[in-house]
């Protein structure tokens, strides 16, 4: 049985930094694409950031680009979305899935909520 679970999430001011982390078990991360999404409230689920398999590529949301990075760590089987100097809109709820697309994504996490707020 595939299962990814969330961690990491937290209330942080401006400027901060969360990583959040996302670990699998029934399948090995590193073979897999991973793809952070997030819902802020009363909005749509967006997309933020994608790493292929194997570490080919990796894609960010415009607003998160040089902020954002994809790390992985594959004797933890985990995932991670390191967030920097995050603003206030990205507050929301993180989830990781295994596809970089969100219609195709056939395995969610249960989320981690991301609060940012001065």
């Known amino acids: 049985q595939v299962q990814l679970v969330e961690s990491g999430g937290g209330s942080v001011p401006p400027g901060g930094s969360l990583r959040l982390s996302c670990r699998g078990s029934?399948?090995?991360?590193?073979?897999?694409?991973v793809a952070w999404f997030r819902q802020a409230p009363g909005k749509a689920r967006e997309g933020v950031g994608c790493i292929s398999r194997r570490d080919e590529s990796k894609y960010y949301r415009e607003s998160c680009e040089g902020r954002f990075t994809l790390p992985r760590d594959k004797t933890m089987n985990k995932s991670y979305l390191q967030m920097n100097n995050l603003k206030t809109e990205a507050t929301g709820i993180y989830y990781c899935?295994?596809?970089?697309?969100?219609?195709?994504?056939?395995?969610w996490g249960q989320g981690t909520t991301v609060s940012v707020s001065s």
């Open positions: 899935a295994t596809s970089c697309q969100e219609e195709f994504s056939k395995y």
């Open positions: 029934g399948l090995i991360v590193a073979d897999s694409p």
